[in-house]
């Protein structure tokens, strides 16, 4: 029961270049969005987050966007810079019932020089 | 920065040991979690852990799994047969306040079951 789906494995991405991932999911009652980063033999680090009252929130070199209607949202980020090499995560929250992370299954992100 | 730090880093052990997972929280904050990442699959929830009890567990956290906070501040993940599936990434995670505030998580503990 995939909740919440990254349906890219993988992207790769000029230095300086804006990256966009995606993240769509099916469960109507999700109203927190959250991004995480993780680097091999780590644990998932927290990036940004949204709440299902905004359509996009944004911290720095990173911007999410929140598309209730079409159960999506995304990261971008802008610019790429080759230390943001990582998978990234994209999970989600029912905060009325339950506080636990739904999670996607990562999007790898390699930023080139 | 406050953070969550778990050990041990590495645990391998034999099929049907019991095993024990660490992890010292963020001071002060009131929910604790359990998840895992099978080699190459996604990050799944174990169970979430509020004011000394469950709160809530996935249908992996079956009766081979325990959590508890012995002494109010380690919070420990127990598994009492360890079976060879086990074998995953374990991270612990914490938030001041569930809902609405960010769950940060620890570096995880590689369980390696042979």
């Known amino acids: 029961d995939q909740q919440v789906k990254q349906n890219s494995p993988s992207l790769s991405v000029q230095e300086g270049r804006i990256s966009i991932l995606n993240c769509d999911y099916t469960n109507s009652m999700f109203d927190y969005f959250l991004w995480y980063k993780k680097y091999p033999a780590e644990g998932p680090t927290f990036l940004i987050s949204?709440?299902?009252?905004?359509d996009k929130n944004e911290d720095g070199r990173f911007t999410v966007f929140l598309n209730k209607s079409a159960k999506h949202l995304s990261l971008h980020i802008v610019p790429s810079q080759p230390g943001d090499s990582a998978v990234y995560f994209c999970a989600a929250s029912d905060t009325g019932t339950a506080s636990k992370l739904t999670f996607g299954t990562g999007t790898r992100l390699q930023v080139m020089l | 920065e406050p953070e969550v730090t778990q050990t041990p880093s590495h645990q391998v052990t034999q099929m049907g040991q019991e095993v024990i997972l660490r992890c010292v929280p963020i001071?002060?904050?009131?929910?604790f979690y359990w998840y895992r990442q099978i080699l190459g699959q996604k990050v799944e929830f174990l169970v979430s852990f509020y004011n000394n009890e469950i709160s809530e567990k996935s249908e992996i956290f079956d009766d081979q799994f325990s959590v508890e906070r012995p002494d109010g501040s380690n919070f420990t993940l127990k598994i009492r047969s360890t079976k060879l599936e086990d074998s995953a990434m374990y991270f612990c995670a914490n938030n001041w306040w569930s809902s609405t505030d960010t769950q940060y998580f620890g570096p995880g503990t590689r369980l390696t079951v042979l």
């Open positions: 949204i709440s299902s009252i905004k």
């Open positions: 001071s002060n904050h009131l929910y």
